[in-house]
């Protein structure tokens, strides 16, 4: 079957770095996604990956080893308004999104 | 604003009862879909449409069904409500259905209760 693993919960501080952690196996591999959705809100685009290596934009940065079925999601100077889920989505081989559970992480002052 | 919407916002429902979901588009996309969204679970795709006047099953169809007459809209249609219909739901749409980061974009969902 096909299955997308992250951690159920994360704390941090303000102004510090998290690493949020993606597993993933899947029938085929066309992309990676993630997302993030505050409480009681929609998902919002964050970044994508199809090709081995690192994504940066901005606070946010992405990581991707497709030999290791694995990514992670980078988080620098956390601000208050980081406290959200984050989604890690794999596009399979008939180009659907697989969805994790998702990541609520909390960020404490 | 372009985006998309979705109404209603929240309902409760006597099980049972025949209920639509409405999703509207106005970013011209030609693909959409409609996931429900559980505690402790990811994302689920129930359906999905690649373009207007196609349609397909996603991961969890059953008892859901879905219509799409044009580009803009698509909604989503329990026939008859159970209590494991409980959910939040939501809509999403992307320019195109396969290849390239193809962003899929939200709407903000309805909240659905089943009694």
């Known amino acids: 079957g096909q299955n997308i693993d992250q951690p159920t919960e994360m704390t941090a501080t303000e102004g510090a770095i998290v690493q949020i952690n993606c597993t993933y196996q899947?029938?085929?591999?066309?992309?990676l996604f993630w997302y993030q959705q505050h409480a009681g809100e929609a998902p919002t685009f964050l970044s994508y990956n199809v090709l081995d290596g690192l994504e940066e934009k901005g606070r946010f940065s992405s990581f991707l080893s497709r030999s290791k079925g694995y990514s992670y999601l980078l988080l620098k100077e956390l601000q208050m308004k980081d406290s959200a889920s984050y989604l890690c989505a794999v596009r399979d081989s008939n180009y659907q999104l697989i969805w994790g559970a998702g990541t609520k992480l909390i960020i404490k002052p | 604003i372009a985006g998309i919407t979705q109404a209603p916002t929240s309902q409760i429902l006597a099980a049972g009862r025949r209920m639509t979901l409405r999703c509207t588009q106005d970013m011209r996309h030609n693909a959409m879909y409609w996931y429900r969204q559980d505690l402790g679970l990811g994302l689920r795709l129930i359906h999905y449409s690649n373009t207007a006047g196609t349609t397909g099953k996603g991961e969890v169809p059953d008892g859901y069904s879905v219509s799409r007459a044009n580009t803009d809209d698509f909604p989503l249609t329990l026939a008859s409500a159970v209590p494991s219909q409980t959910s939040v739901y939501f809509c999403a749409s992307s320019d195109s259905a396969s290849g390239g980061a193809d962003t899929q974009y939200f709407g903000p969902g309805t909240r659905l209760t089943v009694l």
């Open positions: 899947t029938s085929g591999f066309n992309g």
